[in-house]
């Protein structure tokens, strides 16, 4: 009994020296944990960046502006004489099929009525104009029947050539004075037979004038629609025909230098799905100076393009509409390129990062055109190479890289 005793005590012994051996190595394992931590947070990690591959394909050259439709030959008709021009029917869009159509009728003004005392002193006048008729035909009968006298005394020689043509001057004086005075009166008695036509209730004896269409087309605008009185001039109506357009775009007056006649465009967000086609046909000679929404002065010059889709294509398309227009001064069917996002100034040239084992290796690029969202390249890069996009401060020249998907 007392040997059982005895080995049971010393196991009991043992167990706890057991049990604070592993006790004392607790600290050292969490301390070399905690150690594994902090180097595994200070290790250096691939920077994850976004990449495209450098491919082959169509690129443009582009001067993308906004542009305004207008109608090539717009023609503004006016009244051609003065009168009460009657209400014109027509509106804004009705079409315009003959050149005969009557657009408008003007007509004679009506004469202006007179008064007792108006009546009067035009009474007066005509008396005073026939009396000076009965005058200036007494004076000429007088001096035609001296020249008669003066021709047969000068036939028999007992008058001078002086005294002959002082009596010529005489009569042709009378008769220019005969026929003055004939006039003053017909011009009197004209005033009083237009007060008897007021009186009466009678017009003008002249007919209407009508204006008609200078061209097959529409009606764009109505300047003067209710009757009123107008003088020759004024400005009636605009007509044209919407199917025969061309684009203005105004431009920096340096692409403008680049931009040739026969140049092709493409012109979008005009109201339709897909984009119409057209072709330069002038870069205006004279420039402009513009001020832009940021305060800036800019030259710029007009470039007018004739749209070449059929009308059939572009119904909705009127004058004076807004459109973007691209103007495609260069085109490559294949050529390398690459996204404008990687490429950035390094010293006086180009570069980019190239991913290369997972690193980014810079490169000297030569670069071309560009389209805007990318670039010609024309040295540096190859085709399938990976570059990073917008690489910024964060990427050095052997930085371990990881690309992502966005």
Not at 140 to 150: D, I, M, N, P, Q
Not at 360 to 374: F, Q, Y
Request: overall charge positive; proline content about 6%.
């Amino acid at each position: 009994m007392n040997q059982n005793t005895t080995d049971s005590a010393e196991r009991v012994k043992t167990k706890p020296k057991k049990r604070a051996t592993y006790r004392r190595w607790i600290p050292y394992a969490g301390g070399l944990l905690l150690v594994a931590l902090i180097a595994a947070g200070f290790w250096p990690h691939p920077t994850p960046v976004e990449t495209a591959r450098v491919s082959t394909g169509i690129l443009r050259a582009t001067v993308n502006e906004e542009g305004k439709t207008r109608i090539k030959n717009r023609f503004v008709v006016s009244a051609p004489v003065t009168g009460l021009l009657r209400r014109i029917p027509l509106k804004s869009g009705d079409p315009i099929n003959d050149k005969s159509m009557v657009l408008a009728v003007i007509d004679p003004l009506p004469p202006s009525m007179l008064d007792v005392r108006s009546r009067s002193l035009a009474e007066a006048r005509r008396d005073t104009a026939a009396a000076t008729l009965d005058k200036a035909r007494a004076a000429h009968k007088f001096a035609t029947s001296e020249l008669r006298r003066f021709d047969k005394l000068f036939a028999e020689k007992t008058l001078s050539p002086q005294e002959l043509e002082g009596a010529q001057w005489r009569e042709t004086s009378a008769a220019k004075e005969e026929i003055a005075a004939q006039s003053a009166l017909r011009q009197v008695e004209a005033e009083l037979a237009e007060f008897a036509t007021e009186a009466t209730g009678g017009t003008s004896n002249r007919p209407p004038a009508e204006v008609k269409a200078p061209i097959c087309g529409q009606v764009l605008r109505v300047l003067q629609e209710s009757a009123r009185v107008v003088t020759a001039g004024t400005p009636l109506m605009e007509v044209g025909d919407p199917r025969d357009l061309e684009v203005v775009v105004e431009v920096l007056s340096r692409d403008g230098a680049a931009i040739t006649p026969g140049t092709r465009v493409e012109l979008d967000q005009w109201g339709g799905g897909e984009p119409l086609a057209a072709k330069v046909r002038l870069v205006e000679p004279a420039a402009f100076t513009k001020v832009s929404a940021l305060g800036v002065e800019e030259q710029r010059v007009n470039v007018v393009a004739d749209i070449t889709t059929p009308p059939e294509q572009r119904r909705t398309l009127g004058d004076s509409f807004r459109v973007e227009a691209r103007i495609i001064v260069w085109e490559s069917e294949k050529t390398l390129k690459v996204p404008s996002g990687a490429l950035f100034r390094h010293g006086a040239d180009w570069a980019a990062f190239v991913m290369e084992n997972g690193s980014a290796k810079l490169r000297s690029v030569k670069i071309g055109r560009s389209s805007g969202n990318e670039m010609q390249v024309e040295s540096g890069l190859k085709e399938g190479e990976e570059v990073v996009l917008y690489p910024g401060e964060r990427v050095k020249d052997g930085q371990r890289i990881k690309p992502v998907k966005i």
